[in-house]
Protein backbone atom coordinates (compact mmCIF):
# COMPACT_ATOMS: atom_id res chain seq x y z
CA UNK A 1 0.00 0.00 0.00
CA UNK A 2 1.27 3.30 -0.75
CA UNK A 3 -0.88 5.32 2.00
CA UNK A 4 0.81 8.14 4.17
CA UNK A 5 0.01 5.63 7.25
CA UNK A 6 0.27 2.27 6.44
CA UNK A 7 -0.80 -0.83 8.88
CA UNK A 8 -1.06 -2.43 11.24
CA UNK A 9 -1.93 0.30 13.22
CA UNK A 10 -2.49 -0.10 17.01
CA UNK A 11 -5.95 2.32 17.33
CA UNK A 12 -6.47 5.03 20.18
CA UNK A 13 -8.36 3.85 23.13
CA UNK A 14 -10.14 5.37 26.07
CA UNK A 15 -9.94 5.43 29.28
CA UNK A 16 -12.91 4.63 31.65
CA UNK A 17 -14.58 7.11 34.26
CA UNK A 18 -17.82 6.71 36.26
CA UNK A 19 -20.12 9.54 34.57
CA UNK A 20 -20.22 11.57 31.84
CA UNK A 21 -17.44 14.58 31.46
CA UNK A 22 -19.67 18.03 31.55
CA UNK A 23 -18.75 20.12 28.66
CA UNK A 24 -16.09 22.57 29.35
CA UNK A 25 -16.33 24.01 25.78
CA UNK A 26 -14.23 21.20 23.94
CA UNK A 27 -15.75 18.15 24.28
CA UNK A 28 -17.44 15.92 21.63
CA UNK A 29 -19.76 12.92 22.31
CA UNK A 30 -20.09 9.70 20.56
CA UNK A 31 -22.32 6.57 21.11
CA UNK A 32 -19.92 3.46 22.03
CA UNK A 33 -20.63 0.90 19.26
CA UNK A 34 -20.54 -2.86 20.72
CA UNK A 35 -18.16 -4.82 18.21
CA UNK A 36 -14.96 -5.01 16.95
CA UNK A 37 -12.40 -2.16 16.60
CA UNK A 38 -11.34 -1.63 13.13
CA UNK A 39 -8.83 0.43 11.19
CA UNK A 40 -10.08 0.62 7.38
CA UNK A 41 -6.70 1.16 5.09
CA UNK A 42 -7.84 1.72 1.09
CA UNK A 43 -5.23 2.17 -2.00
CA UNK A 44 -7.78 1.74 -4.75
CA UNK A 45 -8.61 -1.87 -4.91
CA UNK A 46 -6.07 -2.56 -1.85
CA UNK A 47 -8.17 -3.00 1.61
CA UNK A 48 -6.86 -4.22 4.47
CA UNK A 49 -8.85 -4.56 7.89
CA UNK A 50 -7.05 -4.18 10.50
CA UNK A 51 -7.77 -5.16 14.33
CA UNK A 52 -7.29 -3.82 17.70
CA UNK A 53 -4.37 -6.32 17.88
CA UNK A 54 -3.38 -5.41 14.68
CA UNK A 55 -4.04 -8.46 13.63
CA UNK A 56 -5.97 -8.33 9.89
CA UNK A 57 -9.70 -8.86 10.02
CA UNK A 58 -9.50 -8.57 6.38
CA UNK A 59 -10.43 -12.67 5.31
CA UNK A 60 -12.96 -13.22 7.72
CA UNK A 61 -15.06 -9.49 6.44
CA UNK A 62 -14.76 -10.60 2.14
CA UNK A 63 -18.34 -8.03 2.34
CA UNK A 64 -17.16 -4.67 3.73
CA UNK A 65 -14.05 -5.28 1.46
CA UNK A 66 -16.32 -4.63 -1.03
CA UNK A 67 -18.37 -2.29 0.97
CA UNK A 68 -15.02 -0.35 1.31
CA UNK A 69 -14.26 -0.07 -2.48
CA UNK A 70 -17.97 0.87 -3.36
CA UNK A 71 -18.19 3.60 -0.35
CA UNK A 72 -15.14 4.95 0.88
CA UNK A 73 -12.32 7.43 -1.34
CA UNK A 74 -9.85 5.51 -3.21
CA UNK A 75 -6.80 6.82 -0.98
CA UNK A 76 -8.05 6.84 2.53
CA UNK A 77 -7.87 5.11 6.73
CA UNK A 78 -10.41 5.63 8.67
CA UNK A 79 -11.05 4.31 12.78
CA UNK A 80 -14.19 2.84 13.34
CA UNK A 81 -16.22 -0.53 14.04
CA UNK A 82 -17.54 -3.48 12.94
CA UNK A 83 -20.55 -4.69 13.43
CA UNK A 84 -23.64 -7.34 13.04
CA UNK A 85 -26.96 -6.07 13.07
CA UNK A 86 -30.01 -8.17 14.10
CA UNK A 87 -33.00 -6.00 12.39
CA UNK A 88 -32.60 -2.93 14.77
CA UNK A 89 -30.39 -4.16 17.41
CA UNK A 90 -26.81 -4.78 17.31
CA UNK A 91 -25.68 -9.08 17.82
CA UNK A 92 -22.34 -9.17 19.01
CA UNK A 93 -22.54 -13.32 19.36
CA UNK A 94 -23.31 -13.27 15.39
CA UNK A 95 -20.24 -11.24 15.14
CA UNK A 96 -17.72 -13.62 17.27
CA UNK A 97 -18.99 -15.94 14.89
CA UNK A 98 -17.48 -14.59 11.55
CA UNK A 99 -14.10 -14.82 13.09
CA UNK A 100 -13.97 -18.88 11.26
CA UNK A 101 -10.68 -20.54 10.02
CA UNK A 102 -12.82 -22.18 7.38
CA UNK A 103 -12.69 -20.27 4.09
CA UNK A 104 -16.51 -21.93 3.24
CA UNK A 105 -17.87 -20.65 6.48
CA UNK A 106 -16.02 -17.02 5.81
CA UNK A 107 -18.36 -17.06 2.59
CA UNK A 108 -21.53 -18.60 3.80
CA UNK A 109 -21.56 -16.29 7.27
CA UNK A 110 -20.83 -13.06 4.71
CA UNK A 111 -24.19 -14.15 3.03
CA UNK A 112 -26.26 -14.48 6.41
CA UNK A 113 -24.82 -12.18 8.87
CA UNK A 114 -23.48 -9.65 7.23
CA UNK A 115 -21.12 -6.92 8.86
CA UNK A 116 -21.44 -3.32 8.42
CA UNK A 117 -18.72 -0.56 9.34
CA UNK A 118 -19.40 2.36 11.37
CA UNK A 119 -17.02 5.36 11.03
CA UNK A 120 -15.93 7.49 14.23
CA UNK A 121 -12.55 9.12 12.73
CA UNK A 122 -10.41 9.92 9.61
CA UNK A 123 -6.82 9.02 9.73
CA UNK A 124 -5.71 9.54 6.25
CA UNK A 125 -7.25 11.07 2.48
CA UNK A 126 -4.96 11.02 -0.41
CA UNK A 127 -1.65 11.87 0.19
CA UNK A 128 -2.20 13.73 3.82
CA UNK A 129 -1.76 11.85 7.00
CA UNK A 130 -4.32 13.58 9.90
CA UNK A 131 -2.56 12.08 12.96
CA UNK A 132 -1.32 15.33 13.47
CA UNK A 133 -5.01 17.00 13.10
CA UNK A 134 -6.85 17.97 16.29
CA UNK A 135 -9.95 15.79 16.65
CA UNK A 136 -12.45 18.67 15.75
CA UNK A 137 -11.39 19.34 12.37
CA UNK A 138 -10.64 15.33 11.53
CA UNK A 139 -14.54 14.74 12.80
CA UNK A 140 -15.60 17.84 9.58
CA UNK A 141 -13.02 15.99 7.38
CA UNK A 142 -14.92 13.11 7.91
CA UNK A 143 -18.16 14.33 7.07
CA UNK A 144 -16.90 15.75 4.44
CA UNK A 145 -16.25 12.38 2.62
CA UNK A 146 -20.09 10.89 3.23
CA UNK A 147 -21.90 12.69 0.98
CA UNK A 148 -25.08 10.56 1.25
CA UNK A 149 -25.72 7.41 3.68
CA UNK A 150 -23.84 4.13 2.95
CA UNK A 151 -25.32 0.84 2.74
CA UNK A 152 -22.29 -1.43 4.89
CA UNK A 153 -20.67 2.26 5.76
CA UNK A 154 -21.57 4.40 7.67
CA UNK A 155 -20.99 7.63 10.15
CA UNK A 156 -21.54 7.37 13.67
CA UNK A 157 -23.81 10.87 15.16
CA UNK A 158 -21.80 13.31 17.13
CA UNK A 159 -22.86 15.88 19.45
CA UNK A 160 -21.46 19.04 21.34
CA UNK A 161 -24.24 18.56 24.08
CA UNK A 162 -23.75 17.38 27.50
CA UNK A 163 -27.89 16.30 27.62
CA UNK A 164 -28.25 14.94 24.06
CA UNK A 165 -25.36 12.60 25.07
CA UNK A 166 -27.10 12.06 28.50
CA UNK A 167 -30.62 11.14 26.30
CA UNK A 168 -28.15 8.52 23.94
CA UNK A 169 -26.72 7.13 26.76
CA UNK A 170 -29.45 6.13 28.20
CA UNK A 171 -31.77 5.33 25.21
CA UNK A 172 -29.26 3.18 22.66
CA UNK A 173 -28.50 0.98 24.47
CA UNK A 174 -32.01 -0.41 23.58
CA UNK A 175 -30.14 -1.31 20.07
CA UNK A 176 -27.48 -2.59 22.11
CA UNK A 177 -25.01 0.30 22.43
CA UNK A 178 -22.57 0.31 25.98
CA UNK A 179 -21.81 3.65 26.31
CA UNK A 180 -20.83 6.87 25.51
CA UNK A 181 -16.96 7.95 23.75
CA UNK A 182 -16.19 11.39 25.28
CA UNK A 183 -13.37 13.19 22.94
CA UNK A 184 -11.19 16.68 23.27
CA UNK A 185 -11.86 18.61 19.76
CA UNK A 186 -7.94 19.32 20.29
CA UNK A 187 -7.17 15.94 20.32
CA UNK A 188 -4.59 14.59 17.71
CA UNK A 189 -5.00 10.65 16.91
CA UNK A 190 -2.49 8.86 19.18
CA UNK A 191 -2.04 5.41 18.32
CA UNK A 192 -2.70 2.88 21.61
CA UNK A 193 -2.85 5.46 24.06
CA UNK A 194 -6.07 5.83 26.33
CA UNK A 195 -6.07 9.55 25.73
CA UNK A 196 -10.07 9.82 25.48
CA UNK A 197 -13.27 8.42 27.82
CA UNK A 198 -15.49 5.89 28.12
CA UNK A 199 -18.74 5.53 30.50
CA UNK A 200 -20.18 2.28 30.02
CA UNK A 201 -23.55 1.36 31.80
CA UNK A 202 -22.97 -0.47 35.27
CA UNK A 203 -25.75 -2.38 36.93
CA UNK A 204 -25.84 -5.04 39.43
CA UNK A 205 -26.96 -8.40 39.52
CA UNK A 206 -27.54 -11.21 43.04
CA UNK A 207 -25.92 -14.59 40.87
CA UNK A 208 -24.93 -18.07 41.68
CA UNK A 209 -21.54 -18.93 42.12
CA UNK A 210 -21.39 -22.72 40.55
CA UNK A 211 -17.50 -23.05 40.50
CA UNK A 212 -14.43 -21.61 39.63
CA UNK A 213 -11.09 -21.28 36.98
CA UNK A 214 -7.83 -21.71 38.19
CA UNK A 215 -5.61 -19.00 37.47
CA UNK A 216 -2.86 -19.48 35.54
CA UNK A 217 -0.22 -18.93 37.95
CA UNK A 218 -1.05 -21.91 40.10
CA UNK A 219 -3.78 -23.45 42.10
CA UNK A 220 -5.31 -19.89 43.47
CA UNK A 221 -9.25 -18.74 41.92
CA UNK A 222 -8.54 -17.00 38.71
CA UNK A 223 -12.38 -16.32 38.29
CA UNK A 224 -15.89 -17.10 39.68
CA UNK A 225 -18.33 -19.20 37.48
CA UNK A 226 -21.70 -17.43 37.93
CA UNK A 227 -24.98 -18.55 36.44
CA UNK A 228 -28.98 -17.65 37.09
CA UNK A 229 -31.97 -19.84 36.75
CA UNK A 230 -34.46 -19.62 33.79
CA UNK A 231 -38.43 -20.27 34.44
CA UNK A 232 -37.82 -23.95 34.51
CA UNK A 233 -35.43 -23.59 37.09
CA UNK A 234 -32.50 -24.53 35.09
CA UNK A 235 -29.02 -23.25 36.26
CA UNK A 236 -27.33 -21.42 33.20
CA UNK A 237 -23.74 -20.19 32.80
CA UNK A 238 -24.04 -16.45 32.21
CA UNK A 239 -20.54 -15.06 32.48
CA UNK A 240 -16.90 -14.83 35.14
CA UNK A 241 -16.38 -12.17 37.92
CA UNK A 242 -12.21 -12.05 38.04
CA UNK A 243 -9.68 -9.38 39.05
CA UNK A 244 -9.29 -10.36 42.19
CA UNK A 245 -5.63 -9.63 43.98
CA UNK A 246 -3.47 -12.44 44.39
CA UNK A 247 -3.72 -12.80 47.92
CA UNK A 248 -7.24 -13.10 47.70
CA UNK A 249 -7.39 -15.59 45.21
CA UNK A 250 -5.39 -17.49 47.52
CA UNK A 251 -8.26 -17.12 50.69
CA UNK A 252 -11.26 -17.90 47.90
CA UNK A 253 -9.29 -21.35 47.66
CA UNK A 254 -9.81 -22.19 51.36
CA UNK A 255 -13.31 -20.55 50.84
CA UNK A 256 -14.60 -22.55 48.38
CA UNK A 257 -13.42 -25.78 49.83
CA UNK A 258 -16.31 -26.61 51.43
CA UNK A 259 -18.54 -25.88 48.93
CA UNK A 260 -16.60 -28.29 46.20
CA UNK A 261 -18.92 -31.06 44.53
CA UNK A 262 -17.16 -34.43 44.20
CA UNK A 263 -20.30 -36.41 43.81
CA UNK A 264 -20.27 -35.20 39.65
CA UNK A 265 -23.49 -33.76 40.27
CA UNK A 266 -23.04 -30.53 38.41
CA UNK A 267 -25.35 -29.19 36.08
CA UNK A 268 -22.50 -27.98 33.65
CA UNK A 269 -19.56 -29.39 31.97
CA UNK A 270 -16.81 -27.90 30.92
CA UNK A 271 -17.69 -28.10 27.49
CA UNK A 272 -21.21 -27.25 27.65
CA UNK A 273 -19.75 -23.56 28.74
CA UNK A 274 -20.81 -21.25 26.63
CA UNK A 275 -18.10 -18.88 25.28
CA UNK A 276 -15.43 -20.83 26.76
CA UNK A 277 -13.62 -20.94 23.28
CA UNK A 278 -11.67 -18.23 21.60
CA UNK A 279 -11.19 -18.26 17.49
CA UNK A 280 -8.12 -15.85 17.84
CA UNK A 281 -6.44 -18.48 19.82
CA UNK A 282 -6.10 -22.29 19.10
CA UNK A 283 -6.53 -24.24 22.57
CA UNK A 284 -7.92 -22.57 26.04
CA UNK A 285 -7.82 -24.44 28.87
CA UNK A 286 -11.78 -25.01 29.69
CA UNK A 287 -11.24 -27.03 33.22
CA UNK A 288 -13.09 -25.54 36.25
CA UNK A 289 -13.70 -26.50 40.00
CA UNK A 290 -17.87 -27.63 40.34
CA UNK A 291 -18.78 -26.18 43.18
CA UNK A 292 -22.47 -26.79 44.44
CA UNK A 293 -25.18 -24.28 43.56
CA UNK A 294 -25.65 -22.77 47.38
CA UNK A 295 -23.62 -19.71 47.41
CA UNK A 296 -24.59 -16.57 46.02
CA UNK A 297 -22.90 -13.30 44.94
CA UNK A 298 -23.82 -9.61 43.75
CA UNK A 299 -21.62 -8.72 41.24
CA UNK A 300 -21.82 -5.23 38.29
CA UNK A 301 -22.41 -5.55 34.66
CA UNK A 302 -22.81 -3.54 31.98
CA UNK A 303 -25.20 -5.43 30.20
CA UNK A 304 -26.17 -8.60 28.17
CA UNK A 305 -25.55 -10.30 25.29
CA UNK A 306 -27.92 -12.40 24.73
CA UNK A 307 -28.36 -14.78 27.89
CA UNK A 308 -24.58 -14.19 29.01
CA UNK A 309 -23.01 -10.73 30.24
CA UNK A 310 -21.49 -9.38 27.18
CA UNK A 311 -18.09 -8.72 29.39
CA UNK A 312 -16.47 -9.73 32.88
CA UNK A 313 -18.38 -9.20 35.98
CA UNK A 314 -17.54 -7.54 38.84
CA UNK A 315 -17.74 -8.74 42.22
CA UNK A 316 -19.30 -6.35 44.74
CA UNK A 317 -19.90 -8.18 47.39
CA UNK A 318 -21.25 -12.14 49.29
CA UNK A 319 -25.05 -12.23 49.60
CA UNK A 320 -26.21 -15.08 52.39
CA UNK A 321 -29.34 -13.30 52.78
CA UNK A 322 -30.58 -14.67 49.06
CA UNK A 323 -31.15 -18.34 48.40
CA UNK A 324 -29.81 -19.28 44.78
CA UNK A 325 -33.28 -20.23 43.77
CA UNK A 326 -34.14 -16.35 43.62
CA UNK A 327 -30.90 -15.82 41.42
CA UNK A 328 -32.89 -15.67 38.03
CA UNK A 329 -33.01 -14.00 34.49
CA UNK A 330 -36.11 -12.03 35.58
CA UNK A 331 -34.08 -9.31 38.16
CA UNK A 332 -32.22 -8.35 35.35
CA UNK A 333 -32.99 -4.16 33.98
CA UNK A 334 -34.23 -4.63 30.07
CA UNK A 335 -33.29 -1.32 28.54
CA UNK A 336 -36.22 0.12 26.05
CA UNK A 337 -35.64 -0.73 22.65
CA UNK A 338 -34.12 1.60 19.82
CA UNK A 339 -33.64 1.15 16.26
CA UNK A 340 -30.21 1.76 14.72
CA UNK A 341 -31.29 3.20 11.63
CA UNK A 342 -33.12 6.27 14.03
CA UNK A 343 -29.51 6.42 15.44
CA UNK A 344 -27.72 6.34 12.56
CA UNK A 345 -29.65 8.67 10.30
CA UNK A 346 -29.88 11.21 13.56
Known amino acids: ?37 CVVFRDGDEVYLGSRNERPFTRYFPELVEAVRAELPDRVVVDGEIVVRDGQTLDFEALQQ ?35 VPFAARRTRLESIFGGAGHAVRLTPITTSEERAAEWFAAFEGAGLDGIVVK ?54 VGV ?15 LAPYVSRDGDHPWSAASLPGAISKWSATKDLSF ?58
Open 1 to 37: MRLPIAPPLAPMLAKAVRSLPPQDGTLFYEPKWDGFR
Open 98 to 132: RIHPAASRVRLLAGQTPASFVAFDLLALGEESLLD
Open 184 to 237: PGGLPYQPDKRVMSKVKHERTADVVVAGYREHKSGPVVGSLLLGLHDAEGVLHH
Open 241 to 255: AASFTMKRRAELVEE
Open 289 to 346: VPLRSELVVEVAYDHMEGRRFRHTAQFRRWRPDRTPESCTYEQLERPVSYDLDDILTG
